[in-house]
């Protein structure tokens, strides 16, 4: 609570943080695996052994000014105090900015508007399964392991080649009505851990992953972008998979996109963001920026993509693909997470699942498929050494580390209308950074930003004037994956070219904010953190930044299970069948070679609906 205090004290609209955040912040780490509760406590503690020292009595007994003092001392101190502040204010600024009132005296909206709920056709019914009662062995054609962008695509298109199909997702079917638009509860509802995973290295990095049917479809922005045509000619060339060539997936891409409707975002749903971003282009004369291509062709803007559309105008695989699965005849087990592969002489035929309540589900099948995504497709094999052959399983990780900027204009931006994420700058693509919006709710974007106090709070109270933007790295960085006490461990560290990258996009991005009229640009750069003129460009130019100095987040692991047509370097082939284990695929984007440099939703689906082709020869041979 003192924490809470100093670091989101009154404002002239908004009260102070107090034992309300800090008992959010307990109830969502309460339900976090020991070892965050415990570093939580730690942190506490520190803070206090620090205040003692300093002020010869404890935090909660310092003075506001005190506690504010220390705390700036650790925000821009060395890179581990900065790091542990971070992981210490984050959740209490998510706490304390989700408050209806505050949004209401802000003029944006807090809550989704309602949606009713349709009536389920009768196969989704019939056909989802939740919360099994008993034990239960069923058998199928092909069992897929795990409902995103892989396995509802691969399972679709099998069923509906007449296979028999089941799904098996761990995560729990939510429609519509369920999303609130909220990132509290949302984060709790639809994401790992509640959005906890992160990479540990020279800079800690979070790596929200979807836990959910839809997986992380179900909460990303959207954006749609196919492979660019020379990352395919590099993965013809350095693995052999002259199958993916351009033309010849173009195909797959085709099908993909029109079964999620895929269109440029209107320009009356871009909002302030794209209004500025826009201006700015124009005014340093780029050339190649505008509205991006989703796959919400009925989007009404509300600006909640990462937690689910309320209105299912985004057509994730929730309300696309799996339901087209089940309507031509594919079954579906949620809430049943799969804790063996079964390997018989050598094939895989099948898998078993326990529910929360202890039960076991078999399912017996003439292949498998695994599609858990990059971080968990991995650990899945792991623990019972398929796919080791070549030690590349767990490796080859590539996330395109993100960051963002936040811009203060003294027009109304009203960042809440409009597409999160609509508008794109294309200009650096070649060089490896695409510009994509991103703006997210009110607490999450007080997160994007170091400051705490009342710097931080004027801020906040200003939201209606704030604009958003961010980018990623088409990174060289790469990192690995394994398990450690069932939970993932993930290693990642960036390179000085992608730190180089970084630092160039924020540079970037500032000039374009200030081309457009900003007056401030909060960066995610520590000791650059609040950019007024060129003057603090000029200075960010000339200093070394560090890993450690940024403030990253990735939505995009990738490459754990990379395909390849050479056993000794790659995990699957270009079949996406493993190379040791017959029977077993990977369609995910683990088994995707390298780093893509866009979003790799629509990469993923087209290799899953080629990869279909490929499972349902050898299934019917």
């Known amino acids: 609570m003192a924490v809470a205090e100093a670091a989101l004290p009154a404002g002239t609209l908004i009260p102070a943080a107090g034992e309300l955040a800090a008992s959010k912040v307990e109830q969502f780490t309460a339900g976090l695996p020991g070892a965050v509760e415990f570093g939580l406590a730690g942190l506490l503690r520190g803070i206090d052994a620090q205040s003692w020292l300093v002020h010869r009595r404890s ?22 105090r900065r790091l542990m502040l971070r992981a210490l204010v984050s959740p209490l600024k998510i706490a304390h900015f989700d408050d209806p009132a505050l949004y209401k005296h802000l003029g944006c909206v807090y809550e989704a508007a309602k949606v009713k709920g349709e009536a389920k056709p009768a196969y989704m019914r019939d056909r989802v399964h939740a919360n099994l009662d008993e034990d ?3 058998e199928a054609d092909v069992v897929v392991v795990g409902t995103g962008a892989g396995g509802a695509v691969v399972g679709r298109e099998l069923a509906e080649q007449g296979l028999a199909v089941v799904f098996v997702e761990e995560g729990q079917y939510h429609d519509r009505t369920a999303f609130t638009g909220r990132a509290f509860p949302m ?50 060339h350095d693995l052999g998979l002259t199958e993916l060539a351009p033309d010849k997936l173009a195909p797959y891409f085709e099908r993909v996109e029109q079964v999620l409707g895929v269109e440029a975002a209107r320009a009356s749903l871009l909002g302030g963001n794209g209004r500025v971003i826009q201006r700015g282009c124009e005014a340093l004369g780029f050339t190649k920026h505008g509205p991006l291509k989703r796959n919400a ?32 005849g594919a079954e579906l087990f949620t809430g049943a997470r799969v804790t063996r592969i079964l390997v018989e002489h050598g094939r895989a035929v099948g898998v078993v699942a326990r529910t929360p309540s202890g039960h076991a589900l078999t399912v017996r099948a003439k292949a498998v498929v695994v599609a858990c995504g990059a971080i968990m497709t991995p650990l899945l094999l792991q623990q019972q050494g398929l796919g080791a052959a070549s030690g590349q399983l767990g490796k080859n990780l590539s996330i395109h580390p993100a960051a963002g900027a936040l811009a203060e204009f003294a027009e109304q931006i009203q960042p809440w209308n409009g597409i999160p994420q609509g508008y794109a700058i294309e200009d650096l693509h070649d060089e490896g950074i695409l510009f994509e919006g991103a703006m997210v709710p009110l607490e999450l974007t007080m997160g994007m930003t170091q400051l705490i106090g009342p710097d931080l709070v ?5 939201f209606g004037h704030v604009a ?66 060129e003057a603090d460009l000029v200075r960010l130019r000339r200093s070394q930044v560090r890993p450690w100095d940024l403030d990253l987040s990735a939505y995009h692991p990738l490459g754990t299970a990379r395909m390849g047509r050479d056993p000794s370097s790659s995990v699957v082939g270009p079949d996406h069948q493993l190379h040791d284990v017959p029977g077993l695929y990977v369609v995910d984007g683990a088994a995707v070679p390298s780093s893509l440099g866009v979003n790799p939703q629509v990469t993923i689906m087209a290799l899953a609906t080629r990869a279909a082709e490929q499972i349902a020869a050898a299934v019917g041979t």
């Open 59 to 80: 935090f909660a007994a310092s003075s506001q000014s005190q506690r504010l003092a220390l705390l700036e001392r650790w925000r821009q101190g060395d890179p581990v």
């Open 136 to 138: 239960l062995a069923v």
């Open 187 to 236: 984060q709790q509802l639809l994401y790992r851990r509640g959005g906890s995973t992160f990479s540990v290295g020279n800079v800690a990095i979070p790596i929200p992953i979807g836990q959910s049917v839809g997986g992380s479809t179900t909460v990303n922005s959207g954006t749609c972008y196919r492979t660019p045509d020379r990352v395919l000619s590099e993965w013809a």
């Open 297 to 328: 062709p009925a989007c009404d803007g509300q600006g909640v993509c990462v937690f689910g559309c309320p209105t299912d105008a985004k057509r994730s695989t929730n309300v696309s693909y799996i339901p087209i699965a089940l309507r031509a």
């Open 458 to 462: 004027r801020l906040a109270e200003s």
């Open 468 to 533: 958003s933007f961010g980018f990623m790295i088409e990174d060289t960085s790469r990192g690995s994956v394994h398990s450690v006490r069932g939970q993932p461990m993930i290693r990642y560290s960036l390179t000085n070219h992608d730190v180089a990258h970084v630092k160039r996009a924020v540079d970037v991005l500032a000039q374009i904010f200030f081309a457009a009229g900003a007056h401030a640009v909060y960066a995610p750069i520590a000791g650059h953190d609040v950019l007024t003129s």
